[in-house]
T-cell receptor
Framework: KNQVEQSPQSLIILEGKNCTLQ??????????LRWYKQDTGRGPVSLTI?????NTKSNGRYTATLDADTKQSSLHITASQLSDSASYIC????????????FGDGTTLTVKP | KAGVTQTPRYLIKTRGQQVTLSCSPI?????VSWYQQTPGQGLQFLFE???????NKGNFPGRFSGRQFSNSRSEMNVSTLELGDSALYLC????????????FGPGTRLLVL
């Protein structure tokens, strides 16, 4: 069964600090991995998308890494801001189409002043 | 370009009733996917429509149905509502090309009493 596991489930950090969120998956075959940010009560917004041949991709203060051999990805947030408080969702897609994606349960990040 | 829009944004229904939710994708996008999001279950895939045809379907009962119109707008219908159907229903659109970014709408918050 295809699974995506994210850790930690929740995280509290102080403003200005860095943090790293983890995503392990068993989806096979693998086509791409996406990280989304979801603010409370709103739809997810795409942060990064990586194919199996990409090791890292950045979007401002967000940097995602991918190790397709170990089936692990991480999302690193640098110099956190209060607006980074949200749920971060890892999504993995097989070699079919977007509708077959497997979603992780997300990591809830709280940034405190 | 306008983003994905969903109507209504909030809805209150009683058990046994039926509900229809609407989603207008980004102009030019031909794929529309629907998801149910609850605190305990995370994002669960309902179904995907592409060019008016259901291309993928998740593991939901037949009470959940959908359709897509020639202009790519999509509707989702839930009949005989149950308390457990209370959730945030998200719609996402994409061009429909294999494994590319989906853009989510703000969601419809459904409360079943």
């Amino acid at each position: 069964k295809n699974q995506v596991e994210q850790s930690p489930q929740s995280l509290i950090i102080l403003e200005g600090k860095n943090c790293t969120l983890q995503c392990n998956y068993t989806v096979s075959p693998f086509s791409n991995l996406r990280w989304y940010k979801q603010d409370t009560g709103r739809g997810p917004v795409s942060l990064t998308i990586m194919t199996f041949s990409e090791n890292t991709k950045s979007n401002g203060r967000y940097t995602a890494t991918l190790d397709a051999d170990t089936k692990q990805s991480s999302l690193h947030i640098t110099a956190s801001q209060l607006s980074d408080s949200a749920s971060y969702i890892c999504v993995v897609s097989p070699n079919t189409n977007a509708g077959k994606s497997t979603f992780g349960d997300g990591t809830t990040l709280t940034v405190k002043p | 370009k306008a983003g994905v829009t969903q109507t209504p944004r909030y809805l209150i229904k009683t058990r046994g009733q039926q509900v229809t939710l609407s989603c207008s994708p980004i102009s030019g996008h031909r794929s529309v996917s629907w998801y149910q999001q609850t605190p305990g279950q995370g994002l669960q895939f309902l179904f995907e429509y592409f060019s008016e045809t259901q291309r993928n379907k998740g593991n939901f009962p037949g009470r959940f149905s959908g359709r897509q119109f020639s202009n790519s707008r999509s509707e989702m219908n839930v009949s005989t509502l149950e308390l457990g159907d209370s959730a945030l229903y998200l719609c996402a659109s994409s061009l429909g090309v294999v494994s590319e970014t989906q853009y989510f709408g703000p969601g419809t918050r459904l409360l079943v009493l």
